[in-house]
């Protein structure tokens, strides 16, 4: 079960940005982090960004400079910042909230997931 929708997804040039968006609305399990995952063909679902409550984000080494994750309180959404992006980026992106058991990324357990949406980055 989809917890969440992003959109933002689509198919760009290498060097080229995206905006990831993931709503929050209705959800009602409160959570102590919110974050990115990406799969890409043929491998495992990873944590790219995490930011918790606190605003204290984490990055995966290979996004670390050219992602940024926020969350806007007012409209309740999540958001990944994408710029310098390349081939290696071409993924299924996913939104995840914190809770139990679940995924370990930045020190949160991540089980709440999104459907996810595609990135595609022409080379």
């Known amino acids: 079960q989809a917890h969440f929708v992003e959109s933002g997804g689509g198919s760009v040039q290498s060097g080229g940005s995206l905006r990831l968006s993931c709503s929050l609305s209705g959800y009602t399990e409160s959570w102590s982090c919110v974050g990115w995952f990406r799969q890409a063909p043929g491998n495992e679902r990873v944590g790219i960004a995490s930011?918790?409550?606190?605003?204290?984000?984490t990055y995966t080494d290979s996004v670390r400079g050219r992602f940024t994750i926020s969350f806007d309180d007012a409209k309740n959404t999540l958001y990944l910042q994408m710029n310098n992006l390349t081939f290696e980026d071409t993924a299924v992106y996913y939104c995840?909230?914190?809770?139990?058991?679940?995924?370990?990324?930045?020190?949160?357990?991540?089980?709440?997931w999104g459907q996810g949406t595609q990135v595609t980055v022409n080379p």
């Open positions: 930011i918790t409550a606190s605003r204290r984000t």
């Open positions: 995840a909230a914190s809770g139990f058991p679940g995924v370990v990324f930045g020190g949160c357990n991540f089980k709440n």
